[in-house]
């Protein structure tokens, strides 16, 4: 008896399978973690600039740094979405492609971002190459806290994504999209 969705020669519906969804709920926790902060700011907080890098204020107004925390605010928030709307879309859904695709660069994106900041951050805490910092506090928390944070969210959310792509190829027998 068929029920409208297709079945696949796994027997997984058209439905998807869910496969990556904890990894990328994991993300979504880590990723609002950031919104929340930078929603903080562009609101006018000032908590943890000093060790976020509150010398950007000096160097622009301080609405540029505002306006600059609601943007990344904005795209992160839309990058966990859209990295849980491509875990949990239907196999067979027409935009399915485009939303993956779109969510691949962005998570790639950030894991990578997250990778060379963090690299640059340790490199100058451990002193390799005798790169002086100007702010040692603000590079510890850079190398530590904040750079590493958002590679870990890149990382989970390209987890998430490769874990969606193993189901699709397991229940279709196709490349994944």
Request: proline share 4%.
């Given at each position: ?70 943007v990344l605010a904005a ?103």
């Amino acid at each position: 008896m068929t029920t409208g969705t297709s079945t696949t020669r796994t027997g997984t519906t058209a439905a998807g399978s869910g496969a990556g969804l904890p990894a990328a709920v994991l993300g979504a926790v880590l990723g609002l973690g950031y919104v929340a902060l930078n929603l903080y700011w562009a609101a006018g907080g000032d908590r943890w600039l000093a060790e976020y890098g509150s010398h950007l204020i000096g160097r622009a107004d301080g609405n540029t740094f505002r306006v600059s925390s609601l943007v990344l605010a904005a795209l992160l928030l839309a990058e966990v979405l859209l990295v849980i709307r491509a875990v949990t879309m239907p196999f067979d859904a027409p935009a399915r492609p485009a939303v993956r695709w779109a969510a691949w660069v962005g998570a790639g994106f950030i894991a990578l971002y997250g990778m060379a900041m963090t690299a640059i951050g340790l490199y100058i805490q451990l002193d390799l190459g005798g790169v002086e910092a100007d702010d040692p506090r603000l590079y510890r928390w850079h190398a530590f806290l904040w750079d590493p944070w958002f590679l870990l969210l890149g990382v989970v959310l390209v987890v998430a994504l490769m874990r969606s792509a193993r189901a699709y190829v397991a229940a279709t027998g196709r490349d994944p999209v």
